[in-house]
T-cell receptor, first 113, second 114 residues
């Protein structure tokens, strides 16, 4: 089975722009979660999607949004980028049960200048 | 709510020496526990997990962790480390019947010196 695929791997954006990141989960996995990793805050949960519905949301401003398609692929969008949004964004997929193991992609490194 | 504390932000050790990375958690509900490893410029890889049963869990590359419910700890150990173990290690918990949301510790950077 192919692993979790995130695109692009690296991205440089300017303050005020918006960005869309993509995540393709492992085949058969229906749960996709997103995490933000920064040196200061560590790994923080953004949101989780299951069967095209957002099930859980972390404590992030409304500029951060996401969606999931019928093939379980997910996108996250950040609007009006700020310098503090520079981070590694990680996507994880899980099977239906979801709690026993999450498989992570290699991440998208977003730099906001 | 759950929280995870990794007591050491950095641990330097010599090659072939033993190592212990400490993890304590706080939760009012039952949780599953995990250790993830992150190599430079990579995502997270699951190292081992505790779901139920034996409190001592092992990984294929020689790491082990012991779940101690009374001390709310899940320390990671390896009797003899290799240069290739240099990485950042994250302890994480998830509520057994709650949100599909991992709560991570701040990470421990393990550096192996020759």
């Amino acid at each position: 089975k192919a692993g979790v695929t995130q695109t692009p791997r690296y991205l440089i954006k300017t303050r005020g722009q918006q960005v869309t990141l993509s995540c393709s989960p492992i085949s058969g996995h229906r749960s996709v979660s997103w995490y933000q990793q920064t040196p200061g805050q560590g790994l923080q949960f953004l949101f989780e999607y299951f069967s095209e519905t957002q099930r859980n949301k972390g404590n992030f401003p409304g500029r951060f949004s996401g969606r999931q398609f019928s093939n379980s692929r997910s996108e996250m969008n950040v609007s009006t980028l700020e310098l503090g949004d520079s981070a590694l964004y990680l996507c994880a997929s899980s099977d239906v049960g979801g709690h026993t193991e999450a498989f992570f992609g290699q991440g998208t490194r977003l730099t906001v200048v | 709510a759950q929280s995870v504390t990794q007591l050491d932000s950095q641990v330097p050790v010599f090659e072939e020496a033993p190592v212990e990375l400490r993890c304590n958690y706080s939760s009012s509900v039952s949780v599953y526990l995990f250790w993830y490893v992150q190599y430079p410029n990579q995502g997270l890889q699951l190292l081992l997990k505790y779901l139920s049963g034996s409190t001592l869990v092992e990984s294929i590359n020689g790491f082990e962790a012991e779940f101690n419910k009374s001390q709310t700890s899940f320390h990671l150990r390896k009797p003899s480390v290799h240069i290739s173990d240099t990485a950042e290690y994250f302890c994480a918990v998830i509520h057994i019947q709650g949100a599909q949301k991992l709560v991570f510790g701040q990470g421990t950077r393990l550096t192996i010196n020759p």
